[in-house]
Each structure stands twice: as structure tokens, then as C-alpha cells.
């Protein structure tokens, strides 16, 4: 009886996934090495730093990474606390006080106040002590870190972006999909309870395939509607 709906789910989860075009990071903008396509990259990294080429050492590192932010070999400094979040007299699930997990991975870039280069270990050996630090490299566009006019400095007033660090619970406000329905049609919801609307749910930092960073196609406002029942 139950044989064929599970039957149709795994096939269509399956053509879902096939449909996804392969991460490719090193040609979007998340590719800050010298070989970068943006216009804001690396030009020239000093003393031990000879690496310049490599592209995932701005956000992760192969060892001490830090574990605290809950994102995997985590290798860049985030602010914890300073952020307003979005508030409103409607909303009816639970909005975290600051943002968590891959928020603060995307924040520690995108809120403009911590520069491109302030990482745990740089790329090649002998680079690590223990902290975070800004190493003084040269960019191309002659910044160090999101300039406050750009379009991408989201800033650390959240009270005007889409809700993060929302626990996502269609039973507080039935206007939206299962968290299920939301995951098998290929947006993530993070955190221990698997529960957590961050960054992350939206945009995949590895795929530019669907433009800025969408993790599906937002053509009709498909993504939208993958979570609010509208
Ligand atoms: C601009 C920042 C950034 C860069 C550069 C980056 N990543 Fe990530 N990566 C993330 C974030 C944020 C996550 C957390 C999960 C998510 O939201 O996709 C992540 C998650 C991952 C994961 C865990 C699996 C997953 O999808 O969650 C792996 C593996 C990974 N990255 C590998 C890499 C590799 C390899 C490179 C270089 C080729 C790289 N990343 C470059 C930000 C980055
Ligand atoms: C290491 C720094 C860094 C991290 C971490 C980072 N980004 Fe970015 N991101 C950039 C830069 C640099 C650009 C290009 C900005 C520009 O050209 O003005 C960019 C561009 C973008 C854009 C496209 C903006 C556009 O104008 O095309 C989006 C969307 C975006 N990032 C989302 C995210 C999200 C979501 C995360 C976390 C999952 C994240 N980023 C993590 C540095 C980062
Ligand atoms: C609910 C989904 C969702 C969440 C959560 C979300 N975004 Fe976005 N974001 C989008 C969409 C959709 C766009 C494209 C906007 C458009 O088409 O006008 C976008 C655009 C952007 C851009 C490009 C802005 C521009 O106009 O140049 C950046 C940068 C960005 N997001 C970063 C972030 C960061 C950082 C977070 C977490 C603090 C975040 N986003 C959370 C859906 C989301
Ligand atoms: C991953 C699921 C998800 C996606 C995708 C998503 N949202 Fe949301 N959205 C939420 C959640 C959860 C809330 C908080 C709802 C609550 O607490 O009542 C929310 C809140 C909102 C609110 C504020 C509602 C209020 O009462 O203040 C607006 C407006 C909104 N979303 C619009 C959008 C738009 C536009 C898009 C597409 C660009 C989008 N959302 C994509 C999950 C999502």
C-alpha cells in the first residue's frame, strides 16, 4: 500500500538531484585566490603566505579549524553578538537573539566589518598560533574587506534581511510547508534538530548555478514557495 508514493518520492528526490548542476566555486565570486573571477581577489599575499592560489583556505582549513561556529574546518574570525535581528508583530516561530552557524560563516564576510584575510591558518605550513589574525595582503580592488556600499554588505542590521536563526516549525504558523517537503526539494535546514533557517537554507556558497548563490532556481518565485504557503 505504502509501496508506491515511497516509490515516486525517492524517484522524484532522485531526478531533483541530478537536475543540480555540480559545485563549481572556483569560478564565482566566492573564489578570492589570486586565479579568482570577481572583482574583488587576491593580488598578493606576503611573507609565509605563498599559497595564493588556493581558494577554499578563506573559509576552510584542512587542520584547527574552529569547531565553536558549526561549520565544517571552519577557518575565519565571526562576531558573535552585535547583530539586530529581524523582528516583527507577525511572526510566530522562534528567532534566535544573534545569528548561528552558517549565518556567522556568511556574516564574517558579508556584515563588512572583518577583513577578507583575517583567517586561523593560512595556506601553507608554519601559519598558526592559535588565533585569528588579518594578514595585511593586497587585493585587486583595493579592499580588505565588503566595502559599506556594496550591494553583497548585508551589515550586522539584520532587522531588514529575510529572518535567520528562525526554528522552522509549520505547526506555530501552518502558512508553510513540512521541514521535510523544504529539504527534499533541495533547500537545507541546519543545526542539531535539522530545524534551523540560516544563510545556508537559501545559498549554496559552492554554486553560482542560479544566481546569487540560490540553491534552486527562484524563477517564479519557486524558492519562496518551496517554504511559505502563499
Ligand atoms: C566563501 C566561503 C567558502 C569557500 C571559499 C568554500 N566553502 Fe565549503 N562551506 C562553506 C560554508 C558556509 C559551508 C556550510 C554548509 C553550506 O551552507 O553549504 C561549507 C561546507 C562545506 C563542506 C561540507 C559539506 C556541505 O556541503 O555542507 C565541504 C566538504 C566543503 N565546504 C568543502 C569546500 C572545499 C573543498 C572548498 C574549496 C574548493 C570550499 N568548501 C570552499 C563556505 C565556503
Ligand atoms: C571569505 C569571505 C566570504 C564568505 C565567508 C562568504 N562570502 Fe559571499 N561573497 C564574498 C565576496 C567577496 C563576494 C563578491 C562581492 C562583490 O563582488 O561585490 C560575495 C558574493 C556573494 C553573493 C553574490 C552577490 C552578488 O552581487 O552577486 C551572495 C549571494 C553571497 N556572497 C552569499 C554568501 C553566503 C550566503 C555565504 C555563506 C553561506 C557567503 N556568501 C560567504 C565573500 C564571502
Ligand atoms: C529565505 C531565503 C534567503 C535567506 C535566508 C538569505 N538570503 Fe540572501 N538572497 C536570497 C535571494 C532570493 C536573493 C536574490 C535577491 C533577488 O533576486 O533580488 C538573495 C541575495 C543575496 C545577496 C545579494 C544582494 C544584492 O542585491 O546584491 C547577498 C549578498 C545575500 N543574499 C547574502 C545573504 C546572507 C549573508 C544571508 C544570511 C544573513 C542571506 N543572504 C540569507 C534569499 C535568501
Ligand atoms: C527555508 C524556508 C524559507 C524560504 C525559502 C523563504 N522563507 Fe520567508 N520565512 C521563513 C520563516 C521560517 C519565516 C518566519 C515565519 C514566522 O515566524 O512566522 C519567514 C518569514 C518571512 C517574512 C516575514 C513574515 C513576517 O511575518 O514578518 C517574509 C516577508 C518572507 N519570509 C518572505 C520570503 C520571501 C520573499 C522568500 C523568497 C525570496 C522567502 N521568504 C523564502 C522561511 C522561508
Same mark, same amino acid.
Given at each position: 500500500?505504502?509501496?508506491?508514493?515511497?516509490?515516486?518520492?525517492?524517484?522524484?528526490?532522485?531526478?531533483?538531484?541530478?537536475?543540480?548542476?555540480?559545485?563549481?566555486?572556483?569560478?564565482?565570486?566566492?573564489?578570492?585566490?589570486?586565479? =579568482?573571477?570577481? $572583482?574583488?581577489?587576491?593580488?598578493?599575499?606576503?611573507? !609565509?603566505?605563498?599559497?595564493?592560489?588556493?581558494?577554499?583556505?578563506?573559509?576552510?582549513?584542512?587542520?584547527?579549524?574552529?569547531?565553536?561556529?558549526?561549520?565544517?574546518?571552519?577557518?575565519?574570525?565571526? #562576531?558573535?553578538? @552585535?547583530?539586530?535581528?529581524y523582528s516583527s508583530?507577525? %511572526?510566530?516561530?522562534? %528567532? !534566535?537573539?544573534?545569528?548561528?552557524?552558517? $549565518?556567522?560563516?556568511?556574516?564574517?564576510?558579508?556584515?563588512?566589518? %572583518?577583513?577578507?584575510? #583575517?583567517?586561523? #591558518?593560512?595556506? @601553507?605550513?608554519?601559519?598558526?598560533?592559535?588565533?585569528?589574525?588579518?594578514?595585511?595582503?593586497?587585493?585587486?580592488?583595493?579592499?580588505?574587506?565588503?566595502? =559599506?556600499?556594496?550591494?553583497?554588505?548585508? @551589515?550586522?542590521?539584520?532587522s531588514n534581511d529575510?529572518?535567520? $536563526?528562525?526554528?522552522?516549525?509549520?505547526? !506555530?504558523?501552518?502558512?508553510?510547508? $513540512?521541514?521535510?517537503?523544504?529539504?527534499?526539494?533541495?533547500?537545507?535546514?541546519?543545526?542539531?534538530?535539522?530545524?534551523?533557517?540560516?544563510?545556508?537554507?537559501?545559498?549554496?556558497?559552492?554554486?553560482?548555478?542560479?544566481?546569487?548563490?540560490?540553491? %534552486? #532556481?527562484?524563477?517564479?518565485?519557486?524558492?519562496?514557495?518551496?517554504?511559505?504557503?502563499?
Amino acid at each position: 500500500m505504502f509501496a508506491r508514493p515511497l516509490v515516486l518520492a525517492l524517484a522524484v528526490g532522485l531526478l531533483g538531484n541530478t537536475a543540480l548542476a555540480a559545485d563549481d566555486i572556483s569560478s564565482t565570486k566566492h573564489n578570492l585566490s589570486t586565479s =579568482g573571477t570577481g $572583482s574583488i581577489k587576491l593580488a598578493s599575499a606576503p611573507g !609565509a603566505d605563498t599559497d595564493k592560489d588556493q581558494l577554499c583556505s578563506f573559509c576552510h582549513t584542512p587542520h584547527f579549524g574552529d569547531a565553536s561556529v558549526g561549520v565544517v574546518l571552519w577557518n575565519r574570525s565571526v #562576531n558573535t553578538s @552585535g547583530y539586530t535581528m529581524y523582528s516583527s508583530s507577525s %511572526i510566530d516561530m522562534t %528567532i !534566535a537573539s544573534q545569528p548561528q552557524g552558517v $549565518s556567522l560563516a556568511c556574516l564574517s564576510c558579508h556584515d563588512g566589518t %572583518i577583513a577578507f584575510d #583575517n583567517l586561523r #591558518n593560512g595556506p @601553507g605550513a608554519g601559519d598558526y598560533n592559535g588565533n585569528t589574525w588579518s594578514r595585511g595582503w593586497s587585493w585587486t580592488s583595493n579592499v580588505n574587506k565588503m566595502s =559599506g556600499s556594496a550591494s553583497a554588505n548585508v @551589515g550586522q542590521d539584520l532587522s531588514n534581511d529575510h529572518p535567520v $536563526s528562525v526554528t522552522y516549525d509549520n505547526t !506555530a504558523d501552518t502558512a508553510f510547508y $513540512s521541514a521535510t517537503a523544504v529539504t527534499s526539494a533541495g533547500l537545507r535546514l541546519y543545526g542539531s534538530g535539522g530545524n534551523q533557517v540560516e544563510c545556508g537554507s537559501c545559498h549554496n556558497p559552492h554554486n553560482n548555478t542560479y544566481a546569487p548563490f540560490l540553491r %534552486i #532556481n527562484n524563477q517564479g518565485s519557486a524558492l519562496c514557495l518551496t517554504c511559505h504557503v502563499k
